[in-house]
């Protein structure tokens, strides 16, 4: 009939679940803000689609996650982009910005 299954060996067991804790902290890795004084920051996306726009978005939703965790909203100061493109198509921006508080709407 058909052959009973069995589970990995133990000692194959914590290599897998090592792993995969790894790709997992790999996934949630943390995007170094520079600290430029006088309220600016900076940071680097990269973008493997989109071009240049693709990196500017990424870089804008990196800023804007950094601001909220303060309560404020990014404003951008100033782009640099590498020019051309790397090993693997994708495209490299830096981003000045600032954390300010939102606005709100006063009727």
Not at 9 to 21: D, E, K, M, Q, T
Not at 32 to 41: E, N, P, T, W
């Amino acid at each position: 009939m058909y052959a009973k299954k069995s589970s990995p060996p133990r000692n194959l067991r914590w290599p897998a679940y090592s792993l995969a804790a790894l790709l997992f902290l790999a996934a949630c890795a943390h995007v170094a803000v520079q600290d430029m004084g006088s309220g600016r920051h900076a940071l680097v996306a990269v973008s493997s689609s989109g071009g240049y726009y693709g990196s500017h978005e990424e870089a804008f939703e990196l800023a804007s996650d950094y601001c909220s965790k303060y309560r404020q909203a990014a404003v951008i100061e100033k782009f640099d982009d590498q020019p051309g493109v790397g090993a693997q198509g994708q495209h490299t921006s830096r981003l000045e910005f600032s954390c300010v508080p939102p606005r709100t709407l006063h009727f």
